[in-house]
């Protein structure tokens, strides 16, 4: 078979120009088509048209100059495309079988106490992620469908497990397998903006998060992070908490004391940091004031490719806690609104020894003090 690079060395001038990707933030979005020619008349291509977040993706050749672009009165800023991360998790054994008991972070956060009341049922969780194997035996119930941001054409199926893993947590409905999530009754949504390598561009994020607002989601979970502030992502998540989404992010893994990653450094978002089996905060974990709650992160016990499990250890880990809470209070009360989901998971919390900036998580106490300002009593 010959060599595919046999074309492009033989006719160098039909190689294809590197070329870069600019994100444009439009004043009027009703003026899109203008934009949309201008993008045109700079030698360049739109790839994205972002409706509900006003945004443009444009692709050019590497070196051609769009300043007049840049500079047009309809564009009120602009970014290059960036790299984003999921937040590297300390993984530990693929195991394929377990004795049956439930996982320590749903009894620590105890959501296991509210079942009786609320498992979250038909609120809509999208997990932006690598994701979802929607095979998996613990995850296939709750499964609902989602998109695949990077191939539109093919369905959001995982080969990392990261995301996997994450909805694991959030919905498993498999106590034979050891993995039973906060809120087995959820409509999870895979929302692939990630490739099997753990990378996005911020790009797919954006066009994640319209995804999910086009779709009405109720919860978005973000086990991702950045270092550098994104004013396209921030306008985005301010977007979907205008429009009532509960958006919920991981603090990152570094193990700073001083620097929370982006997004859940914004004040819109729910942003987690994790605890390990003891309730002191992970070593791993970033930690500052814009932290607002901490969740279990260590050795969780969740599912992962190929119908089995793993223990996983991160702030990534520890979202999708912090998510399904999220998913138990909207099924009692669907018209909370994400600052008070949020106000009710933080006056709820526990404790944690050496932390005077925020508590862990609770799902009991939340569902409580919920029940409480609606009049009910859950013992």
Not at 184 to 203: D, E, T, W
Not at 244 to 249: F, K, Q, R, T, Y
Not at 313 to 318: C, F, I, L, V
């Amino acid at each position: 078979m010959p060599n595919p690079d046999w074309f492009q060395r033989s006719f160098p001038k039909f190689r294809k120009a590197n070329r870069i990707r600019k994100i444009f933030y439009l004043r009027n979005f009703s003026n899109v088509k203008r934009c949309i020619r201008q993008i045109q008349r700079s030698g360049g291509r739109p790839v994205r048209v972002l409706p509900h977040l006003g945004i443009i993706v444009g692709e050019f050749p590497e070196k051609k100059d769009v300043y007049s672009l840049e500079r047009h009165p309809d564009v009120v800023h602009w970014e290059m495309d960036s790299h984003v991360n999921i937040t590297d998790p300390y993984a530990g054994e693929i195991i394929e079988g377990t004795t049956q008991h439930l996982p320590w972070g749903i009894r620590d956060v105890g959501a296991n106490k509210v079942w009786p009341y609320t498992k979250g049922r038909g609120v809509k969780i999208a997990v932006i992620d690598t994701g979802i194997d929607n095979e998996h035996p613990a995850i296939k119930k709750n499964y609902s469908g989602g998109v695949n941001i990077l191939s539109p054409m093919f369905t959001p199926h995982d080969y990392n497990g990261h995301g996997t893993h994450v909805a694991g947590t959030i919905a498993g409905r498999a106590e034979a397998m050891n993995v039973i999530g906060v809120a087995p009754r959820v409509h999870l949504y895979a929302v692939k903006a990630f490739n099997r390598k753990g990378s996005a561009n911020l790009s797919d994020l954006l066009s994640a998060i319209n995804w999910c607002i086009e779709n009405e989601m109720d919860v978005v979970n973000m086990s991702f992070g950045m270092a550098k502030v994104s004013d396209s992502l921030g306008q985005a998540i301010q977007t979907a908490y205008r429009k009532g989404i509960v958006m919920v992010a991981a603090a990152g893994n570094q193990g700073t004391s001083d620097h929370v990653d982006y997004p859940a450094r914004f004040n819109e978002t729910i942003g987690v940091t994790a605890t390990t089996k003891d309730g002191s905060i992970a070593s791993f974990s970033n930690t500052g004031k814009e932290v607002d709650i901490a969740a279990p992160g260590e050795k969780i016990s969740s599912a992962w490719l190929n119908t089995t499990i793993r223990d996983m250890s991160g702030t990534s880990m520890a979202v999708p806690h912090v998510s399904g809470t999220a998913a138990l209070l909207l099924y009692l009360r669907p018209d909370l609104t994400p600052d008070h989901v949020k106000d009710l998971m933080i006056q709820a919390t526990t404790p944690i020894k050496g932390c005077s900036d925020y508590g862990k998580l609770s799902s009991y106490r939340s569902i409580q003090y919920l029940a409480y300002n609606m009049g009910r009593f859950i013992p």
